[in-house]
């Protein structure tokens, strides 16, 4: 999928963040999706450079797909991936807290930031999954991915923060498991 696609005109950082992107959710996802869909990064994008919603196993870009999916099937199994990719050799607690609050920010009812074109789509997207939350037969689950070309030692210092920070979120009870990963250039080249 990924490497037919023509990325000559793209910097090396949007170059990484497609190819995490394309890394990460293809494994949740072994089907054909379109990249460039996933790809949020840039001005006003909330701390997050991938997103992918899937409904019923189907990531989806429109409203209507929800509720196709939803009258087809007959309820709501939902997730969100989010990701966050830095080609610095570092993993940052500042960076950390910057993704984590974006995240936030995202699940509020409202903005406390400002969001480019695409969150706001995406946004549109999580607020028509929640308006049908009465069939869900569970809350969905949220999955963030912080990844660099470092190595992953778990610093307390950022361990700690995550911990804390996802307090906040678990606390609203709107998804059934939350996880955060970190990646390191192992752990991804691996995952490739």
Do not use: H
Not at 11 to 36: A, G
Not at 52 to 69: K, R, W, Y
Not at 166 to 186: C, H, P, Q, V, W
């Amino acid at each position: 999928f990924f490497f037919f696609l023509d990325f000559k005109e793209l910097l090396p950082p949007d170059c990484f963040e497609r190819f995490v992107n394309y890394c990460i959710v293809s494994k949740q996802y072994p089907r054909e999706f379109d990249i460039e869909s996933l790809s949020v990064g840039g001005g006003d994008d909330i701390g997050v450079d991938g997103m992918a919603i899937t409904v019923n196993g189907n990531i989806i870009q429109s409203e209507e797909e929800i509720d196709f999916l939803l009258s087809k099937n007959g309820y709501i199994d939902a997730s969100f991936t989010l990701i966050q990719s830095k080609s610095s050799s570092k993993f940052k607690s500042d960076q950390v807290g910057t993704l984590i609050f974006g995240i936030k920010s995202f699940f509020d009812e409202k903005a406390a930031i400002p969001e480019n074109e695409e969150i706001k789509n995406l946004r549109a997207l999580k607020d028509k999954i929640y308006q049908n939350s009465i069939n869900f037969d569970e809350p969905p689950e949220l999955r963030i991915y912080f990844v660099t070309t470092g190595e992953w030692k778990e610093p307390e210092q950022i361990t700690g923060r995550v911990e804390r920070e996802l307090a906040e979120i678990k606390s609203k009870k709107m998804f059934r498991k939350i996880t955060f990963n970190f990646y390191d250039a192992n752990r991804l080249k691996d995952t490739y």
